[in-house]
């Protein structure tokens, strides 16, 4: 008989060890990888990470480098998606607080802790709408936007104009002071002892609690009051001048400080009459001590959260923080804003509002597509400042701008620049000097005229 010659399992020339078979499928994984945008191939052991762009550093790129636009694209059925599972739960929670409450205090405080985080994401989602990027529509961004800051206790209107006003200066330290007025270290260095003491603790992050009480409860309803208040003396001074009154010609000549449009007064009043009218039932329905003992520990709480993620997306070390005169909006957006890395449960709660730097870059990109463009341009963010909850404390001691070297600096380290720079300016009234810590020359600021 003839021996039956066995068959030889043919090996790929370029990967001798391993089969066709498996190759395709790992081909057939990387093509799966790459368009559902769901792992990062740098992170999977059999698909070798993307080569072929060049990292760049951020202090030399320009907006048009960036691939933005294929992510502005927002979608009504993943946006109501996002309303639903965050208000139903939101609202459920409330219910089952009082029926626990009689049975036992002891029930409350994961309770309360759940309505806390789900708070946190109905403000998250309602910065959305502040961008009209989490629905396609204009009008239902506002309508939703309203429904999200009624629960929140804010006008989501004024909130929503103040913001835009950030994105459009963020770096820029003559025009927006950052999240709590900072000083520069020269209007610090003017103040009396006493004041730099206060400004040092209202600025510590403990007291975002309170603050984040007052800016929620209580100053959306103390800025209608005195606005009113105007509004009565207005028409009163009118009056008083004797000629002939019209009502009509008094409001329209009215000018308010305490809001910008009409269109701002009536969501600040629509607002005001959901909220108190919400206020005054509930209280009624579930009683004063109950209601409000949750009420105020929710909101407080979510708040001083969110107070402390917008505290450290820009106060760093390192953060660009430039003059006018040379600001950069793409720098402003990329070295002024952090990456915020968080766990997966925070970053749902808070809409992926740790993709800082991309969300600067564009703010009609929506949330649910600010990781997938974070990877498509990880190229371009190599040396990005990366955070963590836990460099809150570490970034809290920044609470001055050095004009000077266009940089934040601590308070200690404000004096020790006041304290060298008039040493310096003694010694030489003609040329400039080295800063003190950075190396950047010292400038006069006497006729520069600085928005607060």
Not at 150 to 155: M, T
Not at 196 to 212: D, T
Not at 375 to 399: V, W, Y
Request: glycine share 6%; proline share 5%; hydrophobic share 40%.
């Amino acid at each position: 008989m003839m021996a039956t010659a066995k068959p030889v399992r043919r090996q790929s020339p370029s990967h001798p060890l391993i089969p066709t078979y498996y190759r395709i499928e790992t081909h057939m994984l990387k093509y799966y990888l790459n368009r559902s945008e769901q792992i990062a191939t740098s992170v999977h052991p059999f698909v070798k990470p993307q080569s072929s762009r060049q990292l760049k550093p951020s202090d030399k790129v320009s907006k048009a480098d960036f691939v933005l636009t294929p992510y502005i694209d927002s979608s009504n059925l993943r946006a109501t998606y996002q309303i639903l599972n965050t208000v139903v739960p939101y609202t459920l929670l409330w219910i089952l607080a009082v029926i626990a409450a009689p049975i036992s205090l002891w029930l409350l405080p994961p309770i309360v802790a759940l309505l806390i985080l789900f708070s946190l994401r109905c403000f998250s989602l309602m910065h959305d709408c502040g961008h009209y990027s989490l629905f396609r529509s204009k009008r239902v961004n506002r309508i939703i936007g309203f429904m999200l800051g009624v629960i929140n206790a804010v006008p989501q209107y004024a909130w929503s104009r103040d913001h835009a006003y950030h994105h459009k200066t963020n770096g820029d330290w003559e025009r927006y002071r950052g999240v709590a007025d900072f000083l520069s270290t020269e209007e610090f260095n003017e103040l009396d002892p006493f004041n730099q003491k206060l400004y040092e603790v209202l600025r510590h992050p403990l007291m975002g609690i309170p603050g984040g009480f007052f800016y929620l409860v209580i100053k959306p309803r103390l800025v209608l009051i005195m606005g009113v208040y105007d509004f009565i003396h207005h028409v009163f001074t009118d009056l008083k001048k004797g000629s002939e009154f019209n009502l009509a010609h008094t409001i329209s000549a009215h000018q308010s400080k305490h809001w910008q449009s009409a269109a701002e007064f009536w969501d600040l009043l629509l607002n005001n009459i959901c909220v108190v009218g919400g206020w005054i039932f509930l209280s009624h329905l579930w009683g004063n001590g109950l209601f409000w003992s949750i009420y105020s520990i929710t909101l407080s709480c979510s708040a001083t959260i969110f107070i402390w993620l917008f505290f450290v997306q820009h106060i760093f070390e390192g953060a660009y923080a430039h003059k006018t005169d040379g600001w950069d909006y793409v720098l402003g957006a990329v070295k002024g804003s952090s990456y915020l890395e968080l766990p997966a449960v925070l970053r749902w709660f808070t809409a992926d509002i740790g993709y800082h730097n991309i969300h600067h870059l564009s703010e009609r990109i929506p949330n649910y597509r600010l990781a997938a463009c974070h990877r498509e341009n990880s190229h371009l963010l190599s040396d990005i400042k990366t955070l963590r909850m836990g460099d809150l404390l570490d970034c809290s001691q920044f609470l001055l701008w050095d004009a000077a070297s266009d940089r934040l600096v601590s308070i200690p380290q404000g004096r020790r620049c006041a304290n060298t720079s008039f040493r310096q300016a003694t010694e030489t009234m003609v040329n400039p000097v080295p800063n003190c810590t950075s190396g950047a020359t010292i400038k006069s600021n006497r006729d520069r005229n600085v928005e607060g």
